[in-house]
């Protein structure tokens, strides 16, 4: 045992910057505690702690070296300490996130938790769209992280379930590394110690992977992407009838993550088809068959298990969405630098003696990241293109050995390279300021809102967002936000159903977000018409006090670093039932 501890903590293991750096995001908390409120204090303080840690080693290498320094080895010295502050700062953000007791930091936490306590009541997942209770999402995320927190022993505790989407990302990253080894241009040697931060950066980054710690089925879906990705290598380098059979499977089992998971069925068959030597008809036809039959085999036992229920609420509510060309267009150029990053590293990976191999699993790196980019113009947010990005920084990664050394030895070119890491980091979107997420402001936000329920029976009050107050009962209740606004998006429907509800006071008590605003999401501008929920609203109930929103501490003018749902914190309107609407 003590033999392993060694090798966990020697400074040859690549895995070290991610082991030390909770160890450092620890320190970071311990700086605020002593500056409670103080945010500008605690940040020149963490300044200070961070410098010391960048310098610091590259220091101590060359006064032991002297002239006999490797300017590569000083130079990456100071990169990986660059990199351990920024995994540790990312570290300190998730002691906020993961702590936080209420599922609501983005839009889907409540539809995920919902799913979770749905099945736990055996309560239908997918109901009558009128009901507006169900989720856009198959519920394959959300049940295995219950099943995982089962483990735990604490299958209803809201933490753990985002702890166990930041363990999804580790895997990620692991799974990651072995497709670098196996498309690795050469020996890793030094630099070897960056590309597990790296990855893990790339794979958490703020612009295309925002939500893998949150409650979402972003992190999971990752995960199989690159299981997927990983499986296309091993059977082009090592083919077996057991490899051919997992990724046969992995197609069907990840449609239960996300519906367009199912497109690596189509890659498959075209890398069989194309690609594979010796090329067999036969194999294509009986893979073809054996994959796409047992997508089938999903969509019908969904539909036997839900009924129409199902095929609305994952296909014909996305559908209706429809793809903004010119969203995708603005999209594409929000991420143009991971399609750089995936044409440098296949430039310097490919040659004559590999291209065959490698041509396939680039072809579908390219065209999966171009394909979310086109169908990530059916909503604003970029989350979509996540598994994309983190491919193209796969392959980026696997050509860091080449791309750092190169042909130029000496401090010239060391120089230069350390020069390149700031802005690489930049637009990789890895870059993030050390300032809290949260203040204790938050925690009287969620014990408010509790107070709401306490004594009522949580069936006759309606939280638009948050399902963390009904999971301790029997109440799964309609007219959430989500569903609605899914719905009111597409068009589908005149929500009828939800405007009586509201106007004959269904509910005893209702809680909103930002009612008083002009952006309220249940009737606000974005959508094609208005709902006439407002109007219902003030017809069946009047407004008896408010919650004050959460306070966050200020940032920096100009640094977009939060990824939560600030509306999510915004001030709440309590409604109560008139007279006339009982």
């Not at 996130?97 to 997918?126: C, M, N, R």
């Not at 969509?299 to 095929?311: D, T």
């Not at 559908?319 to 296949?346: C, M, Q, T």
């Not at 491919?391 to 350390?418: E, H, I, N, Q, Y």
């Amino acid at each position: 045992m003590a033999d392993r501890v060694r090798a966990i903590f020697n400074l040859r293991n690549p895995w070290l910057i991610l082991l030390l750096a909770p160890v450092l995001a620890a320190a970071v908390c311990l700086i605020y505690s002593f500056s409670p409120g103080q945010y500008a204090t605690g940040f020149l303080r963490t300044g200070v702690l961070f410098g010391s840690v960048i310098a610091g080693p590259a220091l101590v290498y060359w006064i032991r070296k002297r002239r006999q320094a490797d300017p590569h080895v000083l130079a990456l010295t100071g990169v990986l300490s660059v990199l351990l502050c920024l995994v540790a700062t990312y570290c300190f953000f998730l002691t906020d996130y993961v702590t936080y007791p209420a599922d609501s930091l983005i839009w889907s936490e409540s539809e995920f938790v919902s799913d979770i306590h749905k099945f736990q009541i055996g309560y239908p997942i997918f109901s009558n769209p009128s009901n507006n209770e169900s989720f856009i999402y198959p519920p394959g995320a959300q049940l295995l992280t219950y099943f995982l927190a089962h483990l735990t022993l604490h299958p209803y505790s809201i933490p753990v379930y985002r702890a166990i989407q930041v363990f999804y990302t580790l895997l990620a990253v692991w799974i990651g590394l072995l497709c670098c080894r196996r498309i690795l241009a050469s020996e890793a040697g030094f630099i070897r110690y960056a590309m597990v931060p790296l990855l893990f950066l790339i794979a958490t980054n703020k612009l295309t992977n925002p939500f893998v710690q949150f409650l979402h089925n972003d992190a999971l879906t990752q995960l199989l992407t690159i299981v997927a990705f990983w499986l296309l290598l091993r059977y082009i380098q090592q083919p077996s009838m057991l490899v051919l059979t997992l990724m046969a499977i992995l197609p069907a089992a990840g449609f239960w993550v996300k519906q367009s998971f199912a497109i690596w069925a189509g890659f498959y068959c075209i890398h069989l088809a194309l690609f594979d030597r010796p090329r067999s008809i036969r194999k294509v036809a009986v893979f073809g068959l054996v994959s796409f039959g047992l997508l089938g085999v999903n969509y019908g036992a969904g539909l036997l298990i839900w009924g129409q229920p199902f095929v609305y609420w994952l296909f014909t509510v996305l559908k209706e969405h429809g793809v903004d060309p010119e969203r995708s267009w603005e999209h594409a150029r929000n991420v143009w630098f991971y399609y750089v990053i995936l044409a440098v590293g296949a430039t310097a990976i490919l040659r004559r003696s590999n291209f065959r191999d490698l041509l396939s699993p680039l072809l579908i790196s390219f065209t999966l990241l171009a394909i979310e980019t086109y169908t990530s113009g059916i909503a604003y947010m970029l989350n979509h293109m996540g598994p994309g990005c983190f491919l193209a920084g796969v392959w980026f990664v696997a050509a860091l050995p080449k791309l750092w050394k190169g042909t130029d030895a000496s401090w010239v070119g060391a120089t230069g390279r350390v020069l390149l890491v700031p802005p690489v980091l930049y637009f990789l979107s890895v870059m993030r300021l050390p300032i809290p997420v949260f203040s204790d402001d938050t925690r009287r936000y969620v014990a408010e809102i509790e107070r709401e329920f306490a004594g009522h029976d949580p069936s006759t009050i309606l939280l638009d967002s948050g399902s963390w107050v009904y999971l301790n009962s029997k109440a799964v209740v309609k007219d959430r936000v989500a569903p609605i606004g899914d719905q009111a998006y597409s068009a589908l429907t005149d929500l009828s159903d939800t405007r009586k509800r509201f106007e004959t006071g269904y509910y005893e008590k209702l809680l909103f977000h930002g009612f008083n605003r002009s952006q309220w999401w249940y009737d606000g501008t974005g959508l094609p018409k208005s709902t006439g929920l407002r109007k219902a609203v003030l017809k069946g109930y009047r407004e008896v006090r408010r919650i004050r929103k959460a306070e966050h501490p200020e940032l920096p003018p100009l640094i977009i670093q939060r990824v939560e749902s600030v509306f999510l914190f915004d001030e709440i309107a309590v409604f109560e039932r008139t007279n006339s609407g009982q």
